[in-house]
């Protein structure tokens, strides 16, 4: 593994991992929030596991995607049991490159015709 | 809950103590939300998910520590190569070896429910024949009062000259009773096999060919069905074709025969020549069908006692049918095998600890940022199961080409094919052997490293670990392999003095510049002695008048080849006890001693003109005078045998007919021409020696030729040197030792490897100790006496414990040894000094490199 990846060596994101960084990249949230978050974002067709959750967040931390966040919400809100996870400078340069590769191919899909009808 | 905890713990450690009670928490939110049926399902899901995340999570892991394996192995070749190397060797040994002793003694027969065919024997232990073939009379008899067997079926093999459109061919057939492919469970691949209507209809011959026969000789065409085949001068009609693999009863059998009996058949119950095999009828066991065949042998040695008296039934799994000699040298051949594999994993966790520790640098960087002992201990782990199996794949095909040079090792008394083929069993064999191997050598650098890290060795990059402990370790790595080598030395030793042993005995014949061939004479066309003495006459005649020949020769059976031909002897009143009273007879033309150069001691050879009309008469082998008439001379004196009775004229010397390892009865050799017409016509001469000046192989046109002028329809067959008939008696014994042998210089070559490698560790991991002592004075030669003394402490310690490993062991080998004792201190010194040899001889280059060392650079370096 090379020491300092650049954002476009970890290209294509998994899926998972590409919602992830977005769920934490307006506020920090525990796990538990960041499947919920990722469930409503996506009106209930992406609901993440519990395994695969926690796998991706164990990957994207060794990657330095996101950190553990040492904010904690409110005493009467927290639980102490929960982690808190916020998205790193890295994984926001991660999320903007995947967001240009998508884009990309989007491009190359419209000048194809392929594109649906209704969006 | 409860249950997905302890699911947990199929997750990785660092995954699980990191995220686990995360991981428990967001499951118990999720389920607390759900009711009743979603509940369950949720409570499903959660579980699957678990064991699903474990899975991948581990898979992750692994294909991040074979990714990690082959960045270091790019970095390593040299290492690698040598990893992939040495396991191959030990998984390729092991394969082989367990393949063939799998194939061998283990596999089941190619037979439905094999397991309940046996084979019958008539049991005359008491005369020393423990399974003698069955008379008709006999086996008809077993086969009718007997319950046990559910079918069962009589068969004699013999050779029949057939005419194909390729010329006259020799063809090993077997006659057999209809029911033998029914008792065996197996049906023609083509057409049919025998029906019980064969038997009674004697008119339609009908004849079963073998697929190889078949493939070779019928193009494998289906047209064949309902032609022709002539054999032994009669008409048969093919009716089926074996399936190919179909090896009853022996792997080079051509064609089946349909075998029926005629009351004169039935009523000679002396004359014994069939086998039988039976299969036992479900819920019917060994013992209870061995015990009721005996009750019907016990009866019928009343009724016929002249020919069955004290006869028994043997009754064994066709399984067993393998000699003592043939089981005990493959599980020697499985034993030597394991020492191989033994020395490939000590070498190897060898090789891996000192990599390990060469490593050590970047472990201690993995462990400051954080790695667990378990996580590097597994990486190790992984590293070294990679390249086993890519060692075991390597290993598979050194056992593919192997596997078929083991062959000789595979008995033909057994109905399988020459060699195992390669099918799962085989690669079971390699991936467990891959895996002992994998393991054997990957978890001891990775138990050290766990054990060194605990202990807190690597902190700050210390020295400590990887030096003594490790080289303790390695240290006994290699007495464990020179040891192991020596047991192997040992035995190829014993072996090898087991072979030189049989090759001295003397055969009591000259091999050397000798033909032999075989023209089988067909019945009735030669069942006139007269016509056959034509023959003979004619081809001996052209074939002493080719240039070099000086003499030539007919006899019923060359001496190795037959090693039955056993009829009793009667006379007026001998003086050998009961048992010796059997010879091995043969009918012989003149001349036949003088081709063989077996010495004529007394009186005269037979001649021409001993004929029916004269007087019968014998010539005698000197152990046969000798046990009948100790202290008179044989000539002159009267015996019968063979249904006459004869007057010595002529005393030869003894010849191993029996083999080179066994004892022989005593020979009798009858002159051709008093060969009774149409009677014992399996005594009927038919094997032709020529002895000549020249290359015996440049014969054999003109005998081909000569036998062709006599009879177009006659082949020839069995054309090969009387010297490659006696090499033939040791070739199991030199086939065996080549395979041991090879055993042997892969151990010694491994541990080797071992030992050069554990002083070149130590002489680079003491190069300043070894400064030191050179700045304080120390000499060359005193440096290289130390490191050679090391040397020697660790061989002479293997080899010690060799010695005592290979003492127990020998015992085992003792009746594969013809008569060489086990614990012979020869073959035991030259093991330990040829090992303590090439031990020295491995050390040369690390104790010349610590010769070499600068004292000054050295202590700069520290």
Not at chain 2, 3 to 8: N, T
Not at chain 2, 332 to 361: K, T
Request: aromatic share 6%; net charge positive.
């Amino acid at each position: 593994m090379p020491d300092d990846p650049t954002p476009e060596s970890l290209l294509p994101l998994p899926a998972a991992t590409f919602h992830i960084l977005l769920a934490v990249a307006d506020e920090d949230r525990h796990g538990y929030a960041i499947i919920q978050e990722v469930a409503a974002r996506t009106a209930g067709e992406v609901r993440l596991s519990a395994g695969t959750l926690y796998r991706s967040i164990q990957r994207m931390v060794e990657q330095d995607l996101i950190s553990e966040s040492a904010a904690r919400p409110a005493p009467e809100l927290d639980d102490e049991r929960r982690r808190y996870y916020g998205i790193t400078d890295f994984g926001r340069a991660v999320a903007g490159a995947e967001v240009q590769r998508l884009q990309g191919l989007l491009r190359i899909a419209r000048a194809t015709g392929v594109t649906p009808r209704r969006v | 809950m409860r249950i997905y905890a302890l699911l947990l713990h199929l997750l990785p450690a660092a995954l699980r103590e990191e995220y686990g009670a995360e991981m428990t928490a967001t499951f118990a939110r999720h389920l607390a939300g759900a009711r009743g049926a979603a509940r369950a399902w949720a409570l499903v899901a959660g579980l699957a998910d678990v064991t699903a995340t474990a899975v991948r999570a581990h898979a992750d892991l692994t294909w991040q520590d074979l990714r990690d394996t082959g960045r270091t192995c790019r970095r390593n070749r040299g290492f690698a190569a040598a990893i992939v190397a040495v396991s191959a060797l030990g998984v390729g040994a092991t394969t082989a070896a367990f393949s063939v002793a799998d194939h061998v003694l283990v596999r089941p027969l190619p037979f439905a429910d094999a397991d309940r065919l046996v084979k019958l024997w008539q049991d005359q232990s008491y005369r020393g024949y423990s399974r003698m073939e069955l008379s008709p009379g006999n086996y008809e008899d077993w086969r009718r009062q007997s319950r046990s067997f559910a079918s069962s079926a009589a068969f004699t093999s013999n050779s029949v000259n057939a005419m194909t459109n390729a010329g006259p061919l020799r063809l090993n057939a077997t006659y057999a009773t209809s029911s033998l492919f029914e008792t065996l469970g197996v049906s023609a691949a083509l057409g049919r096999a025998f029906v019980s209507a064969d038997e009674r209809d004697v008119s339609t011959k009908p004849v079963v060919l073998s697929d190889r026969l078949w493939r070779t000789t019928f193009g494998g065409r289906a047209e064949v069905l309902g032609t022709t085949l002539r054999l032994n001068g009669e008409s048969h009609v093919v009716v089926g074709v074996m399936p190919g693999g179909f090896d009853f009863p022996r792997r080079d059998n051509d064609v089946w025969l349909p075998l029926s009996f005629v009351p004169d058949d039935l009523a000679d119950r002396s004359n014994v020549y069939l086998q039988a095999i039976a299969r036992l009828q479900p819920g019917v066991s060994l013992a209870e069908a061995r015990a009721e065949l005996n009750v019907i042998a016990a009866g019928l040695a009343r009724a016929f006692p002249e020919a069955n008296e004290r006869t028994g039934a043997a009754v064994i799994q066709l399984r067993d049918e393998v000699s003592r000699q043939s089981r005990l040298m493959l599980i020697a051949l499985v034993g030597a095998s394991a020492c191989v594999l033994l020395i490939a994993c000590a070498n190897l966790a060898s090789l891996l600890l000192a990599r390990a520790v060469q490593r050590r640098r970047e472990l201690v960087v993995r462990v400051s940022m954080g790695a667990r002992p378990g996580r590097l201990a597994r990486q190790l782990l992984t590293e070294s199961l990679g390249l086993s199996a890519l060692g075991g794949a390597m290993g598979v095909v050194l056992a593919l080409a192997a596997v078929p040079a083991a062959a000789a090792l595979v008995p033909t008394s057994l109905p399988i094919a020459e060699a195992p083929s390669a099918d799962v069993r085989m690669l079971a064999v390699a991936a467990l052997a891959t895996l002992v191997t994998g393991i054997g050598f990957g978890l001891v650098p990775a138990w050290r490293i766990g054990r060194g890290m605990q202990r807190g060795e690597f902190r700050h990059g210390s020295r400590v670990f990887g030096s003594g402990a490790t080289e303790r370790l390695r240290a006994g790595f290699v007495v464990v392999e020179v040891a192991a080598a020596v047991v192997l030395l040992v035995a190829v030793g014993l072996f090898l003095r087991a072979l030189w042993r049989v090759q001295d005995v003397n055969p009591g014949f000259r091999d050397e510049g000798v033909l032999t061939a075989r023209t089988a004479l067909p019945m009735p066309k030669y069942e006139v002695t007269a016509t056959r003495e034509q023959f003979y006459a004619r081809i001996l005649a052209e074939v002493r008048a080719v240039p070099g020949v000086t003499s030539a020769a007919y006899t019923s059976f060359l001496p190795m080849v037959m090693r039955g031909g056993i009829w009793p002897v009667l006379t007026a009143s001998s003086a050998a006890p009961q048992d010796a009273r059997m010879a091995s007879v043969r009918y012989v033309t003149p001349a036949y001693f003088a081709t063989l150069r077996i010495p004529l001691l007394r009186g005269r050879d037979v001649a021409p003109s001993d004929t029916q009309t004269s007087q019968y008469v014998a010539v005698v082998s000197q152990s046969f005078a000798t046990s009948h008439w100790p202290d008179q001379d044989p000539l002159g004196q009267h015996f019968s045998t063979a249904l006459q009775e004869r007057v010595v004229v002529g005393v030869v010397g003894d010849v191993r007919v029996r083999g080179l390892e066994r004892e022989s009865e005593p020979q009798v050799y009858l002159p051709s021409p008093q060969v009774p017409d149409g009677g014992i016509i399996f005594y009927v001469p038919k094997d032709l020696v020529i002895r000549t000046n020249g290359a015996p192989a440049a014969l054999v046109p003109a005998v081909r030729a000569a036998v062709n002028r006599a009879d177009p329809e006659q082949p020839l067959s069995d054309v090969r040197t009387l010297a490659e008939v006696v090499r033939l008696e040791t070739a199991s014994r030199s086939a065996q030792l080549t395979v041991l042998l090879t055993f042997a210089a892969v151990a010694i070559l491994l541990a080797c490897l071992g030992i050069h490698g554990l002083l070149s560790y130590v002489v680079a991991a003491r190069t300043q100790e070894i400064g030191v002592r050179m700045a304080f004075g120390a000499t060359p030669a005193r440096v290289m006496a130390l490191v050679l003394s090391r040397t020697a402490t660790l061989a002479g310690l293997g080899v010690t414990v060799g010695l005592v490993v290979a003492f127990a062991v020998s015992q085992s080998l003792q009746f594969l040894l013809a008569g060489v004792s086990p614990t012979d201190g020869a073959t035991f010194a030259a093991a330990a000094l040829l090992a303590l040899i090439v031990a020295l001889a491995a050390s040369v280059l690390p104790a010349l490199r610590a010769v070499r060392v600068d004292p000054l650079t050295a202590i700069r370096a520290e």
